[in-house]
């Protein structure tokens, strides 16, 4: 069975910057479409970015856009959640996910990833 690995969280001042990954044991993520999503207390788990297997096509949500970039490693072992000019509002856990069919309508509805990490917090506080 996949299992997923989440690592890169913490503390950052408003207007810094993170990178989490997003790491596979046994297994290439490179056939499989690998989704992040956060949820912050009292709200609910909302996706962030996407990256297909194949082409690599990416998803980011409106609120991330331009500021977020989601890329994998060379290996297919790992993949990256890139974060600049990072906000209060992004606070929150970071969860990364995988599924093996990817719709680009659907790639942020999280009932449809399979296998998902564990978490990493993410808090941004000056």
């Known amino acids: 069975q996949l299992q997923l690995v989440e690592s890169g969280g913490g503390l950052v001042q408003p207007g810094g910057s993170l990178r989490l990954s997003c790491a596979a044991s046994?297994?290439?993520?490179?056939?499989?479409?690998i989704g992040w999503f956060r949820q912050a207390p009292g709200k609910e788990r909302e996706g962030v970015s996407c990256?297909?297997?194949?082409?690599?096509?990416?998803f980011y949500a409106d609120s991330v856009k331009g500021r977020f970039t989601i890329s994998r490693d060379n290996a297919g072992n790992t993949v990256y959640l890139q974060m600049n000019s990072l906000k209060p509002e992004d606070t929150a856990v970071y969860y990364c996910?995988?599924?093996?069919?990817?719709?680009?309508?659907?790639?942020?509805?999280?009932?449809?990833?399979?296998?998902w990490g564990q978490g990493t917090q993410v808090t941004v506080s000056s």
């Open positions: 990256i297909s297997s194949g082409d690599g096509s990416t």
């Open positions: 996910a995988a599924r093996t069919d990817l719709y680009a309508s659907s790639w942020y509805i999280s009932q449809e990833y399979d296998y």
């Open positions: 046994r297994f290439t993520l490179d056939y499989y479409a």
